[in-house]
């Protein structure tokens, strides 16, 4: 059962994937269609960024419901997101929908991921939110590459209505697997944010921006980047989207055990100053394509191994707001995400070139890392258990 549980949880991530990370791979499409720049359709992965920092604060306003029966609502909440978006006419349209898209996001990874940890066996903790996670990671190994090929031989929107039928289904899954869990203690809506009068969280949530965004203003525009500079046609770019979710798909699984073994503080630390490192050398090489390719896979490798420590982390140091805790490393990953894309878009506005958003990424994922360092120094060992 508990399989069986934790493979219905990762449904949810795998789609909630798809419906951020696709956008990466069809963004060319999307911008022709529309009558756009590259930089303008950027903004579609900010909206959605930014949908998920907004709707993690539904899990204040629900703390009083059960698990599950939030869960089935986020589920709901994703499906209706996806359609509008498949549908959507134009620009400021598709903006509006990408929002609604990302709403559920930081709330479904903040409750499934209590879920997961209430779940799981005394010591795997990490592992079992890794699983949960690992749904996203095989969006972006299968489902993203499909997405992109869909897109340039029938249409970006049937992306999205893909996203939504799975999400249908993922309400199905979640009514038969998930089992009744008792409601988190009633701390009130003030009491949920007791935890932020700590610099431990804010630390862990300022590592979580900080290397999102720094990853994220080069993966934001990593399709342009493979075909116009590192000399890969469209039609590859497709298989080297695997290879980057297999990245994911290593670094999650690898993540998940090197923090139970582990200080998850220590592993997520170490794995930021690799990425920063990863950043460097793709500016320098973006050019020599094998190169360009393999260190995309370190690069993906780092930013999904970071996922279940961080979200441990959290969990461990929000005392009385586990909900607002859980989902507040959703809303950093994802302001992380927006400000990557942002700053990107920036560099590639000014014609700087598309390999110029890596090196952008580089202090940010150092000063990610600097923050996790102080952390990991100062309060590793003053978490509560999960």
């Known amino acids: 059962m508990l399989l069986k549980s934790l493979l219905s949880l990762s449904l949810g991530t795998f789609a909630l994937g798809m419906a951020e990370f696709s956008m990466m791979g069809i963004l060319p499409d999307v911008a022709t269609s529309l009558g756009i720049n590259i930089a303008q359709a950027g903004h579609f992965i900010a909206a959605y960024a930014l949908g998920v920092c907004c709707g993690a604060w539904l899990l204040v306003l629900s703390y009083r419901l059960q698990p599950k029966t939030i869960l089935l609502s986020l589920a709901v909440l994703i499906a209706i997101g996806n359609l509008l978006a498949a549908m959507a006419p134009g620009y400021t349209t598709l903006l509006v929908a990408r929002?609604?898209?990302?709403?559920?996001?930081?709330?479904?990874?903040?409750?499934?991921?209590?879920?997961?940890?209430?779940?799981?066996?005394?010591?795997?903790?990490?592992q079992a939110v890794a699983m949960m996670i690992a749904g996203m990671t095989v969006a972006n190994l299968l489902g993203v590459p499909v997405g992109t090929w869909l897109s340039?031989?029938?249409?970006?929107?049937?992306?999205?209505?893909?996203?939504?039928?799975?999400?249908?289904?993922?309400?199905?899954?979640?009514?038969?697997?998930?089992?009744?869990?008792?409601?988190?203690?009633?701390?009130?809506?003030?009491?949920?944010?007791?935890?932020?009068?700590?610099?431990?969280?804010?630390?862990?949530?300022?590592?979580?921006?900080?290397?999102?965004?720094?990853?994220f203003c080069w993966f934001s525009y990593i399709s342009p980047l493979l075909t116009q500079v590192s000399g890969?046609?469209?039609?590859?770019?497709?298989?080297?989207?695997?290879?980057?979710?297999?990245?994911?798909?290593?670094?999650?699984?690898?993540?998940?055990?090197?923090?139970?073994?582990?200080?998850?503080?220590?592993?997520?630390?170490?794995?930021?100053?690799?990425?920063?490192?990863?950043?460097?050398?793709?500016?320098?090489?973006?050019?020599?394509?094998?190169?360009?390719?393999?260190?995309?896979c370190l690069c993906t490798f780092c930013l999904f191994a970071?996922?279940?420590?961080?979200?441990?982390?959290?969990?461990?140091?929000?005392?009385?707001?586990a909900l607002l805790g859980a989902a507040s490393v959703q809303m950093a990953f994802n302001l992380g995400n927006a400000i990557g894309s942002y700053g990107g878009g920036l560099a590639i506005s000014h014609h700087w070139g598309y390999q110029y958003p890596a090196l952008l990424g580089v202090p940010l994922t150092l000063f990610g890392c600097a923050c996790l360092l102080w952390f990991h120094r100062r309060y590793e060992n003053q978490g509560q258990p999960i």
Not at 308 to 319: I, T, V
Request: some cysteine.
């Open 152 to 215: 340039l031989h029938l249409s970006w929107r049937v992306v999205f209505t893909l996203v939504a039928i799975v999400a249908i289904v993922l309400v199905f899954t979640l009514q038969r697997f998930i089992p009744p869990i008792e409601r988190l203690p009633d701390t009130g809506i003030l009491g949920q944010f007791h935890f932020l009068k700590s610099a431990a969280p804010w630390l862990i949530l300022a590592a979580t921006t900080l290397g999102n965004g720094g990853i």
């Open 306 to 321: 970071v996922s279940a420590p961080q979200q441990l982390l959290l969990l461990r140091h929000s005392p009385g707001g």
């Open 99 to 126: 929002f609604i898209s990302g709403l559920p996001h930081g709330a479904y990874f903040g409750i499934g991921s209590i879920v997961a940890t209430k779940l799981a066996p005394p010591g795997r903790s990490a």
């Open 232 to 296: 890969f046609s469209g039609n590859q770019v497709s298989l080297l989207m695997v290879l980057a979710g297999a990245g994911m798909v290593a670094g999650n699984w690898c993540g998940g055990r090197l923090s139970d073994r582990y200080t998850p503080g220590q592993v997520a630390a170490s794995l930021q100053g690799l990425a920063a490192v990863a950043l460097l050398l793709i500016f320098l090489f973006a050019s020599t394509g094998w190169l360009s390719a393999a260190l995309m």
